[in-house]
C-alpha cells in the first residue's frame, strides 16, 4: 500500500537515491602510463588485459562524475578494509557470503606519466602470482591530499 500525504503519494526515499558508479574496473595495457580523462570523482581501477579477458565488462568504462557517491578516497579506503578482512579470514556472522571480497593486491600510482608495470615493479608486487591473484592499480594522484596522507597513507601497496 503506497504511503501518503493529505491524499498525495510519498516517495519511497530508497528510489529517489541515484547512485552511480561505486568504481570501474579498466583493462588496460600496463607497459604504458594510465589514463587521466577520468572525472575527479570516478575510481578507475586499473587491471591488465590479461587478468580482464574473462571478466564480462560494459564495452565502455563509465568514467564521468557518479551522482550518489563519497569521495573516491573514502571508496578505496572502503575496499582496502574490505581486502583487509579477507587477508585475514576471520569469521564475520554479521556479513553474508556475498559480502566477502577475494583477496587480490593493490597498487597505488604516484605518477601519472609512469607506466603501470613500472609502478607495480617499483613497489614490490612485480612477484604477485597472478594466476592466483586480480592485481588492482589504482590513480593516487587524483586523490585529494587529506585520502592520500591520511586514508590510503601505509596501507599501499595491498599484497596478499
Known sequence: MART??????????????????G????????EPPTTDFSPNALPLFVS???A??????ATADLSDPPGQIRPGLRLDHALSKLEDARLALPMPWRSPEDRWPLMAVVGLDD?????????ARLGAAGVDLDAYPLIAVPLWALSPADRTHVIANRLPFLP
Open 112 to 120: 601519472p606519466q609512469e607506466a603501470i608495470a613500472d609502478a607495480v
Open 5 to 22: 500525504f493529505f491524499g498525495k503519494p510519498i516517495p519511497n526515499p530508497v528510489e529517489m537515491v541515484v547512485r552511480g558508479q561505486w
Open 49 to 51: 588485459f590479461e587478468q
Open 24 to 31: 570501474e574496473l579498466l583493462p588496460w595495457d600496463f607497459a
Open 53 to 58: 579477458a574473462n571478466l564480462s565488462l560494459p
